[in-house]
């Protein structure tokens, strides 16, 4: 299992790049560290909402942990529940 490091900022900035990594790890389970994100834009979110989909339809495993507080409150901010973004509960 692939272990993906955010980065402390994951805003406008790095959708691009964050989709295209998330992109390369396709097929495989992959585990996404959030530990050390301080902020969090929507579109991210929506990027990780989109790979989560992806990654339920092909049975691969894709799990966020572990998370910072900023990350978690994020999700509260957009309405968003931690199952949206992952296929698989995570520890």
């Known amino acids: 299992m692939t ?52 990654w339920r339809a092909s049975g691969h495993s894709l799990t966020i942990s572990p998370r910072s507080e900023a990350f978690d409150e994020s999700l509260l901010v957009f309405g968003l529940d931690l199952d949206d973004l992952q296929s698989t509960e995570a520890a």
């Open 3 to 54: 272990s993906l490091p955010l980065d402390p900022k994951v805003d406008l900035s790095k959708v691009t790049t964050l989709a295209a990594t998330l992109k390369s790890h396709a097929g495989a389970d992959l585990v996404i560290d959030a530990s050390e994100v301080t902020q969090v834009g929507a579109l991210c979110l929506q990027t990780l909402a989109a790979a989560a989909q992806s």
